[in-house]
């Protein structure tokens, strides 16, 4: 497997196109390209944010892979992401605006069809189909560029994450409700990045960052732009050079398990690795989580009672909150009320996805451990 790593110092064009142009030609992926293709390019927007913040993919990362898909002369280019919350035209338009993708136009349409389609999952174990967002489907390539982030619930979120954004609008958190238990949910995100199977994945690391992501934490600046075809081993890559134990992440322990990540076949071409990094923050709400230096047959039931005993709650900072209901809107357990201006959670029936949080424009929530 190949994994290519270039050092950008910072969201320049001229800095990053030039990454790109060696990561593209690294991997032979202009062998790929034919005139006539629909490329799909699948960024995160989770929220509307400004990509001074390292909560989105950096439109200049985007812009630079359209510029490089020009040069092939591939012309058909599509934005097409479902973010957090609604997916309609309202809600996108603002998504778009707020993380500058206005400014990719007209090299590329920011897709405004809001369709899905069901397609069946041939990997499932559970999820027999999945619905997905129509341009996704219509995609002849896919270009995954996703940010590199810590995550309060999966703990990381680079490729295999990201595609979590091709299941449309308020779905995603029914998903969350089916799935409640980290083991499920990310077998049904392997499953879901099986069926999707982007052609090459980048990630987007010049700002990355740690603490309470994917939209709550804090910056942390890796100068780094990643790709590769394999997507599922380079999150083990990702994740070991954030200083966390990509075995200790249930996504990326699984995909080892099941031969889809090869952390012993990756091959690494381009600049130095960086050395002697300070381990990302992680989340407030991540388990302890020791049952990846236990015996495979004993993982499952620690992991399980471990998450008992430290299942950790969102804590409303009240002083923070505006009322404006996004959190309420994404909780799949639908235990969120706005009352008297303000956000009242029952903890009772919560599943600790992190919805909530996830979704707070004014980070009002935050993390609080049981145990
Ligand atoms: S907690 Fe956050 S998302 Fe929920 S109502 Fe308050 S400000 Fe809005
Ligand atoms: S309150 Fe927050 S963490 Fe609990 S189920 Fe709802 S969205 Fe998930």
Redesign the pocket.
């Given at each position: 497997m190949i994994q290519t790593l270039y050092h950008v110092k910072e969201y320049k064009e001229d800095l990053i196109y030039p990454a790109i142009c060696k990561a593209m030609e690294t991997l032979g992926i202009a062998g790929d390209m034919r005139p006539d293709l629909k490329v799909v390019i699948k960024p995160n927007l989770i929220m509307a944010k400004s990509p001074d913040f390292p909560v989105t993919t950096h439109p200049l990362v985007i812009k630079a892979v359209v510029r490089w898909l020009k040069a092939q002369g591939v012309k058909n280019i599509v934005l097409a992401e479902s973010s957090g919350g609604l997916y309609n035209g309202e809600h996108m338009k603002n998504i778009y605006q707020a993380c500058g993708m206005r400014q990719l136009e007209p090299d590329i349409t920011l897709n405004m069809d809001f369709s899905a389609r069901t397609v069946n999952c041939k990997n499932g174990f559970a999820n027999h189909s999945f619905h997905i967002i129509t341009p996704i489907l219509e995609a002849d390539y896919i270009i995954n560029i996703c940010k590199l982030k810590t995550h309060a619930m999966t703990g990381y979120s680079g490729g295999i994450k990201n595609l979590f954004g091709v299941i449309p609008g308020l779905e995603k958190p029914q998903l969350h409700y089916r799935w409640p238990d980290i083991h499920d949910f990310s077998r049904m995100l392997l499953e879901l990045a099986q069926t999707v199977s982007p052609q090459l994945t980048i990630i987007d690391a010049v700002n990355a960052m740690e603490g309470n992501g994917p939209t709550g934490g804090t910056s942390y600046p890796l100068h780094l732009i990643l790709a590769a075809r394999d997507f599922y081993t380079q999150d083990y890559f990702a994740a070991k050079l954030m200083g966390l134990n990509p075995m200790a992440v249930e996504m990326i322990r699984l995909a080892v398990e099941k031969g889809l990540a090869q952390p012993d076949k990756i091959e690494l071409i381009g600049d130095t690795l960086p050395e002697n990094l300070p381990p990302f923050q992680t989340p407030d709400a991540i388990k302890l989580d020791f049952s990846s230096s236990l015996p495979g047959f004993l993982q499952r039931p620690f992991a399980l009672i471990a998450g008992r005993l430290f299942k950790s709650y969102p804590q409303?900072e009240k002083e923070?909150?505006?009322?404006?209901?996004?959190?309420?809107e994404s909780c799949p357990a639908h235990i969120?009320k706005?009352e008297n201006g303000?956000?009242k959670f029952k903890k009772k029936k919560c599943i600790s996805c992190f919805c909530?949080q996830e979704?707070?424009?004014?980070k009002?929530?935050s993390v609080k451990k049981a145990f």
């Open positions: 409303l923070k909150c505006i009322g404006c209901g996004k959190c309420a969120i706005i303000k956000a909530c979704m707070c424009p004014m009002a929530i």
